[in-house]
């Protein structure tokens, strides 16, 4: 039974790996689910067992993204050993990681973009990244980090909006495009706008105290 329910769990992974991959390059409509089932492996039948229609495997990959986004944010939320500052910027270079590797989080952000999909901007990775940066953002107000009059609201629109816009550029720009240097030059634009003078003396000395890295995002799981 052990055995059964494992191979269930990896034949379903492979048919949400393989769409994510259809989705990523193709776009929703345009998707075919022949080469879905060509990329996973899988039967027609083990497809429909595990999903209903197109649209319910789509969501299958929306609901894995929002996952990998979750238990990001509450890893570096986690961090102890690092201001908030750096942890917002441990997160976001993750996120950016993500974007230029993790099939999944690739697949998401081409699904939120289509009409079918406008309404899963509200609950998905993007959401989560929102809550997650004003957590940190009272929290850098709490220790001296950001200015006491810093808006939290105000600080994570604005940082959102420029990391958004930073992702759209590079479809536009093209592959040459180093994203993790563009979420980074984005981040350092809002973050020096709102620092107290004490934490951009430290950071003009110091710069970044953490990075992602691409070994650590278990993407070959």
Same mark, same amino acid.
């Given at each position: 039974?052990?055995?059964?329910?494992?191979?269930?769990?990896?034949? #379903?992974?492979?048919?949400? #790996? *393989?769409?994510a991959v259809e989705f990523g390059k193709s776009g929703y409509a345009a998707a075919s689910l022949n080469r879905i089932l060509e990329g996973?492996?899988?039967t027609k039948g083990a497809m429909y067992f595990h999903f209903d229609s197109k649209e319910d495997l789509a969501r299958a990959v929306l609901d894995t993204a929002v996952e990998r986004y979750?238990?990001? %944010?509450?890893?570096?939320?986690a961090r102890t050993d690092l201001g908030p500052l750096d942890v917002l910027h441990g997160m976001?270079?993750?996120?950016?990681?993500?974007?230029e590797h993790d099939i999944i989080v690739q697949a998401e952000f081409r699904l939120i973009i289509e009409p079918d999909f406008y309404r899963d901007?509200?609950?998905?990775?993007? #959401?989560i990244l929102g809550r997650a940066t004003r957590a940190l953002a009272i929290r850098a107000i709490d220790q001296g980090?950001?200015? *006491?009059?810093?808006?939290?609201?105000?600080?994570?629109?604005?940082? *959102?909006?420029? =990391? %958004?816009?930073? #992702?759209? =550029?590079?479809?536009?720009?093209?592959?040459?495009?180093? =994203?993790?240097?563009?979420?980074q030059e984005a981040l350092e634009v809002v973050v020096e706008a709102m620092a107290t003078r004490e934490w951009g003396e430290r950071f003009r000395n110091d710069g970044w105290r953490t990075q992602a890295r691409l070994e650590e995002l278990g993407l070959g799981a």
């Open positions: 039974m052990a055995r059964q329910q494992e191979r269930a769990r990896r034949t #379903r992974a492979a048919i949400i #790996r *393989s769409a996973s492996r899988a979750r238990a990001s %944010a509450e890893r570096w939320l976001i270079d993750e996120m950016a990681l993500r974007l901007v509200q609950t998905g990775g993007g #959401r980090q950001l200015r *006491s009059d810093a808006d939290p609201d105000r600080f994570t629109r604005t940082l *959102s909006a420029a =990391l %958004a816009g930073q #992702r759209y =550029l590079v479809d536009i720009l093209g592959s040459g495009v180093d =994203l993790r240097a563009r979420f």
